[in-house]
């Protein structure tokens, strides 16, 4: 054999197809021949660890509420994922807000002794996400919000209610159907011929 010459290649073999490979050849979809999945994900063993991770999820919604941030929402993601219990997600005007307060709810987490496994975005402030663990704050500017829409992504995770009884403020009242209800009513009068 010279130098040039190159040894025959050895032809792979066609392996046959195992009964999982024809049952997915066999149908339209993959889903139809995935295992089937479990609906829920498995309850947290300690529950104490579960009240806490949604005090202080709770309480990072507060924090980016008094920073002045938009459309907070809370979502409970405990029958969707085996991963984390609790989504905190806010809108802030800016980039500066954004990593504003980011570092607010850092530092008032560090203070309750909740430390981070993560950071990521404050850089660019499109998206600052801080990983807790049980649960993550995801601070978006507007774009980067419409964009990810983590809301619509999550969509059957219920939301929860983040504000403090005592702290909220009253919700404006609904406008009235009619315009009897919305002009104050005269006083009664003691006089008859009135």
């Given at each position: 054999?010279?130098?040039?010459?190159?040894?025959?290649?050895?032809?792979?073999?066609?392996?046959t197809?195992?009964?999982?490979?024809?049952?997915?050849?066999?149908?339209?979809?993959?889903?139809?021949?995935?295992?089937?999945?479990?609906?829920?994900?498995?309850?947290?063993?300690?529950?104490?660890?579960?009240?806490?991770?949604?005090?202080?999820?709770?309480?990072?919604?507060?924090?980016?509420?008094?920073?002045?941030?938009k459309?907070?929402?809370?979502?409970?993601?405990?029958?969707?994922?085996?991963?984390?219990?609790?989504?905190?997600?806010?809108?802030?005007?800016?980039?500066?807000?954004?990593?504003?307060?980011a570092?607010?709810?850092?530092?008032?987490?560090?203070?309750?002794?909740?430390h981070?496994?993560?950071?990521?975005?404050?850089?660019?402030?499109?998206?600052?996400?801080?990983?807790?663990?049980?649960?993550?704050?995801?601070?978006?500017?507007?774009?980067g919000?419409?964009?990810?829409?983590?809301?619509?992504?999550?969509?059957?995770?219920?939301?929860?209610a983040?504000?403090?009884?005592?702290?909220?403020?009253?919700?404006?009242p609904?406008?009235?159907?009619?315009?009897?209800e919305?002009?104050?009513?005269?006083?009664?009068?003691?006089?008859?011929?009135?």
């Amino acid at each position: 054999m010279s130098e040039n010459e190159t040894p025959e290649a050895e032809v792979p073999v066609a392996s046959t197809p195992t009964e999982r490979t024809r049952a997915i050849r066999a149908t339209r979809s993959i889903r139809e021949a995935q295992d089937a999945a479990i609906p829920e994900a498995v309850d947290r063993r300690n529950p104490d660890r579960l009240a806490r991770a949604l005090a202080h999820a709770q309480l990072s919604a507060r924090i980016a509420d008094d920073n002045r941030c938009k459309d907070i929402l809370l979502l409970d993601l405990r029958k969707a994922t085996a991963l984390l219990d609790y989504f905190v997600i806010a809108t802030a005007n800016s980039r500066r807000q954004a990593n504003a307060v980011a570092g607010e709810i850092d530092a008032e987490m560090k203070k309750l002794g909740e430390h981070k496994l993560g950071m990521e975005g404050a850089e660019e402030g499109r998206w600052i996400l801080i990983d807790y663990g049980d649960f993550v704050v995801h601070v978006f500017s507007g774009d980067g919000r419409t964009y990810y829409s983590l809301e619509e992504i999550w969509g059957d995770a219920p939301s929860l209610a983040w504000r403090d009884a005592n702290s909220s403020p009253a919700p404006a009242p609904a406008p009235a159907e009619n315009a009897s209800e919305t002009t104050p009513a005269e006083p009664e009068s003691s006089d008859p011929s009135a």
